[in-house]
């Protein structure tokens, strides 16, 4: 049994990948050497695209990976930190209870995301702070609107403090490169407006429960000074929790212009003619899901869906929503969804409210390539909103196109990834929680 085992393996090893490196190799860093504990690794040459046929509109520099965003030798979060090599595989497959986090050189700065407008949250603002720069001695990023709450401002115990941070704007600063690790303070909102701070890879996220949900943050606040320094120095495990790259292109409109008409100021639209030729191409990276929907529309939903070229079906409802195995417990579980762990790579398509009995929620693997377009013979335009934000409108020859990202986002966990899970179930969803039945009493207990 173990020589069949062992030849299996060895068949199904890829070639160009040497014996001691038994992981999935991500297409992000093909073409390049990497360093990994003083050797050398070179990538793949080239990554394979899987897309045999292409969706209307589709872009060959829109490539998927040819692994997974999964456990490998090359991936890295941030500039410091990786993922302890995890010896503990079954046939490529990593054991999410065994998931390290692992510094390869001692982690200096650290980026704080607050909840804005909670007055709550301002005491263990000030004294995470003040704990890291006087205590930790390291950098302090903030975000500038932060600092612009009045209580801090005017807070002169603080003001020594303050001026120790590095300060940055949303969409204008890049951090990229200079954060070593996160910490979260707040709800679960907290965490997903940190993925959207990294459109690449990302450094390890500490998130703490102060917020009203919490199935994303794990730790409690009352003992940060332990559960923080057992992070420094490299003590806890992490969940690779899967990112959506989502490319939206819009098409060229007609320009259109108005101006007033008579004295009761009435408004009359009038087309030019012109066009803007300009093809827009935005692309985003989504930790829970992409929801499209009919928007303010009275008509329902009316939108193709296409799977690696492929049209699979027309959604006809309230709209579509295509999620990650984190965002499965968000608003897919409201709209009927099953709940994937993070660790399990794939594809949540749920529809909303639709005009079908048979629709039912599928899961896809992480590989494939989803194109969501509008039908030619819809009614009325479509939204899209990614992570609850972004939201924009889709027209006629408008393309939304998703796949598995090669940068998940590191979440640091409390205990390991299963725990924390089922623990999150139970404690923010009442995982089945119901009056127990009573058992049969025997006719010896009778008498």
Not at 176 to 181: A, E, G, P, W
Request: charged share 25%.
């Amino acid at each position: 049994m173990d020589l069949l085992k062992k030849s299996f393996m060895t068949a199904n090893k890829p070639k160009d990948q040497s014996p001691e490196l038994s992981c999935y190799s991500c297409a992000a860093c093909n073409e390049e050497e990497l360093e990994w504990h003083g050797n050398l690794l070179r990538g793949r040459t080239k990554a394979r695209s899987l897309s045999s046929s292409p969706a209307p509109g589709n872009s060959h520099d829109f490539r998927r990976t040819r692994s997974l965003h999964g456990p490998s030798p090359v991936t890295k979060f941030g500039p410091k930190a990786c993922m302890l090599q995890n010896p503990k595989t079954i046939m490529h497959i990593q054991d999410p209870a065994n998931q390290r986090l692992l510094w390869s050189k001692p982690p200096k700065s650290v980026l704080i995301v607050k909840k804005v407008r909670d007055a709550t949250l301002l005491q263990p603002f000030k004294e995470l702070c003040i704990f890291l720069t006087e205590v930790k001695r390291l950098i302090v990023y903030v975000e500038r609107k932060v600092l612009e709450d009045p209580e801090i401002e005017e807070d002169d115990n603080f003001v020594v403090v303050k001026k120790k941070f590095c300060t940055f704007l949303e969409d204008y600063d890049d951090i990229s490169d200079r954060v070593d690790f996160i910490i979260c303070l707040g709800g679960d909102g907290t965490l997903l407006y940190a993925s959207s701070l990294f459109q690449e890879s990302v450094p390890p996220v500490m998130a703490f429960h102060l917020g009203s949900l919490g199935f994303l943050t794990p730790f409690k606040f009352e003992s940060y000074q332990s559960q923080v320094s057992q992070v420094i120095e490299g003590n806890a495990a992490i969940v690779l929790r899967s990112r959506l790259k989502v490319k939206v292109v819009k098409e060229p409109r007609e320009i259109k212009t108005s101006h007033e008409v008579g004295r009761d100021m009435k408004r009359m639209i009038l087309k030019t003619g012109d066009k803007d030729m300009s093809r827009k191409t935005m692309l985003y990276q989504v930790l829970n899901e992409v929801v499209v929907d009919r928007g303010p529309s009275s008509y329902l939903s009316n939108v193709d869906l296409f799977l690696d070229g492929h049209l699979i079906t027309t959604v006809q409802g309230d709209g579509v929503i295509v999620s990650t195995p984190t965002g499965s417990t968000a608003y897919a579980v409201a709209a009927g969804a099953s709940m994937i762990h993070p660790n399990v790579p794939s594809i949540m398509i749920t529809p909303v409210c639709p005009h079908s009995l048979s629709f039912r929620p599928i899961v896809v693997p992480a590989g494939v390539e989803l194109k969501i377009m509008l039908s030619p013979d819809s009614r009325n335009t479509a939204w899209v909103s990614l992570d609850g934000r972004k939201r924009q409108e889709i027209c006629h020859g408008d393309s939304i196109t998703i796949t598995t990202s090669c940068y998940p986002v590191p979440s640091i966990c409390f205990r390991n990834p299963v725990n924390d899970w089922f623990e999150s179930l139970a404690e923010c969803l009442h995982w089945n929680v119901r009056k127990k039945q009573s058992y049969f009493v025997s006719e010896e207990e009778e008498f």
